[in-house]
């Protein structure tokens, strides 16, 4: 008797349909985590396709998910990028999709990103003053 499993494909899908899917949506997620990264480093597009050898157009396509990217790339980005290789991984769901960011994590990844724009390191300790305060105002608790 032949075997007619078709590995959890779906009706009417065809047997790879499914797993291209699955890398695709992959894709994109560690191009947009390459993307959170990079701004939370206050980086160009530009600046950190020179650090990785690549033009601007590829680094885009790379955070857009429209080229797949090598391991051996994806190392190269890791190490410029500080993170470990697994970190573009996280959040990725088995079935290939990844969570959307939310209004506040957008907002402090651009606070984040701003804040290491900011070339005066009184104007950077004054910032960081005034959030331990607000955070502190927040708690019902008085700042030391």
């Known amino acids: 008797m032949a075997d007619t499993d078709m590995g959890g494909v779906s009706p009417g899908e065809e047997p790879g349909e499914a797993t291209t899917q699955r890398a695709k949506l992959a894709d ?10 990079r ?20 680094a ?7 080229n797949r990217i ?9 190490l410029v990028l500080g993170v470990p290789v697994s970190w573009f991984f996280e959040g990725l769901q ?16 651009e606070l984040a990103r ?7 390191e009184k104007h950077q300790e004054a910032l960081s003053q005034m959030a331990r305060a607000l955070a502190a105002q927040s708690q019902g608790r008085s700042i030391d």
């Open 94 to 109: 088995e079935s290939g999709a990844s969570q959307p960011l939310g209004v506040r994590q957008r907002m402090c990844l």
């Open 39 to 58: 701004l939370m480093l206050g980086l160009s597009q530009q600046q950190l396709a020179s650090m990785i050898g690549v033009t601007y157009q590829q």
């Open 28 to 37: 994109r997620h560690v191009g947009a985590r390459i993307r959170e990264r």
């Open 60 to 66: 885009h396509k790379y955070e857009r998910g429209l």
């Open 70 to 78: 090598s391991a051996g790339r994806l190392f190269e980005i890791a």
């Open 114 to 120: 701003n804040f290491s724009l900011i070339n005066n």
